[in-house]
């Protein structure tokens, strides 16, 4: 299982920002995907979850209406886009892989992508 | 949402002694607990799900327990390869959540 990840983004206060998350050796469909953001020093925040057979989301509230995570099942690849950024969006977004059924941890993390807000 | 408390927030310890991490959370998550260990410039790792589970390639030296509110990571023997820091992360509500950390020092 390998979650491979874009690798740095620099982008100005107010732009947006998509980040890719690309799976490979398992099946996509099967699974969940998690998207964690750790900014620097600091713990790892939980943002949100996309189930990539039914495209189902969850999100953590301080995320909601700014926040889109898709799973594209073609190409195996999830994206995280992430609006109207600010300064303490500065951070580390990682993927992470999630097991469905009675045990739902994150198995499989993808390397981070460092998202630098800056004007 | 459900808070994580962990404890301690640095354990100082030494090569081959143990570690016992704590995480308590603010309402019941019955067994639904992941603990994860994330070293300098690298992404987490998971090392226990369901309280204390071994996930594939933990080493034995690394045990979990726990239920309801009350979680513990053990680790044994410790290694240098073990000082890091360690998440503990619950998976039984929306919107899942983290512990802040114990950083596990020489």
């Known amino acids: 299982v390998q979650m491979l990840q874009s690798t740095v983004e620099v982008k100005p206060p107010g732009a947006s920002v998509k980040v890719s998350c690309q799976a490979s050796g398992y099946k996509f469909r099967d699974y969940g995907i998690s998207w964690v953001r750790q900014a620097p020093g600091q713990g790892l925040e939980w943002m949100g979850w996309i189930y990539s057979d039914t495209q189902y989301t969850r999100f953590a509230q301080m995320f909601e209406g700014r926040v889109t995570m898709t799973a594209d099942t073609s190409t195996n690849t999830a994206h995280l886009e992430l609006r109207n950024l600010k300064s303490d969006d500065t951070a580390t977004y990682y993927c992470a892989r999630v097991v469905t059924g009675k045990d739902e941890p994150l198995d499989n993390w993808g390397q981070g992508t460092l998202v630098i807000v800056s004007s | 949402e459900t808070v994580l408390t962990q404890s301690p927030a640095i354990l100082a310890v030494s090569p081959g002694d143990s570690a016992t991490l704590s995480c308590t959370a603010s309402?019941?998550?019955?067994?639904?607990l992941a603990w994860y260990q994330q070293k300098p410039g690298q992404a987490p790792r998971l090392l226990v799900y369901g309280a204390s589970t071994g996930h594939t390639g933990t080493p034995a030296r690394f045990s979990g327990s726990g239920f309801g509110t009350e979680f513990t990571l053990t680790i044994t023997s410790l290694q240098s390869d073990d000082f890091a820091v360690y998440y503990c992360q619950q998976y039984n509500f929306w919107p899942r959540t983290f512990g802040q950390g114990t950083r596990l020092e020489i």
């Open positions: 309402q019941s998550i019955n067994d639904n």
